[in-house]
């Protein structure tokens, strides 16, 4: 299995451009989750999906951030305007069962992260 | 509700010495419980995990034991070595909800 998948690996862009992240996760996994991590905030998670919805977003900083998961293997972060203070490393992770029905548990798979640098 | 804490790093250790990470939980019902390690540069990856009380997760020389009673899962490895060095956090998975829950990690360095 080649796990999670995220693309770019790093990004460099100016303030107030959009930046949009990428992740496909494993094949058969149902459940999605974008973090991001800094150091004086640690590890946040911003949002998770299951089954393609968003289950909760209560992590998301602001308007500015959205993300999208239009099917079982495609995921986007999308920052617009993008700011300095949005610099991090951006994961996405994937688990593979339905967490929200059968409130089981399952282990997250985590992708390489995004390097984010806003000029 | 529902919360991971683990002690402070940096936390600089020599080559063959042991090694504890504390892990204390905070939860209702019966969560899992996991260590994950990230090395420079990359994403996390599961190192072990529980999933019930008195469970012993291994791994790689890497030992933790979900202690109900004492609500913790400390990660111990009797001799550590220089490729060990990285950051390590504890997570719990409650199976009351749909939560995933981190600590806030804990960096390790050994030295040769």
């Known amino acids: 299995d080649a796990g999670v998948i995220q693309s770019p690996r790093h990004e460099v862009t100016e303030m107030g451009q959009e930046v949009t992240l990428r992740c496909k996760p494993i094949?058969?996994?149902?459940?999605l989750f974008w973090y991001r991590q800094t150091m004086m905030r640690g590890l946040e998670l911003l949002i998770y999906?299951?089954?393609?919805?968003?289950?909760?977003d209560s992590g998301m900083p602001e308007d500015r951030f959205s993300a999208k998961m239009p099917n079982a293997s495609f995921s986007t972060l999308k920052i617009q305007p993008s700011e300095p203070r949005d610099s991090a490393v951006y994961f996405c992770?994937?688990?593979?069962?339905?967490?929200?029905?059968?409130?089981?548990?399952?282990?997250?798979?985590f992708g390489p992260g995004t390097r984010l640098t806003v000029l | 509700g529902d919360s991971v804490t683990q002690m402070e790093g940096p936390v600089t250790l020599s080559e063959e010495a042991f090694l504890t990470i504390n892990c204390t939980y905070t939860a209702t019902g019966y969560p899992s419980l996991f260590w994950y390690v990230q090395y420079p540069g990359e994403g996390l990856q599961l190192l072990l995990k529980a999933t019930k009380a008195d469970d012993k997760g291994s791994n790689k020389g890497f030992e933790a034991t979900y202690r109900k009673e004492t609500t913790s899962f400390h990660l111990e490895k009797g001799s550590v070595q220089v490729s060990d060095s990285a950051v390590y956090f504890c997570a719990l998975s409650s199976n009351t909800g749909n939560q995933f829950y981190f600590g806030t990690g804990t960096s390790l360095t050994v030295i040769p």
């Open positions: 992770a994937s688990s593979g069962r339905d967490r929200v029905v059968a409130g089981v548990v399952d282990t997250q798979y």
């Open positions: 094949s058969g996994h149902n459940s």
């Open positions: 999906f299951n089954n393609n919805v968003p289950i909760d």
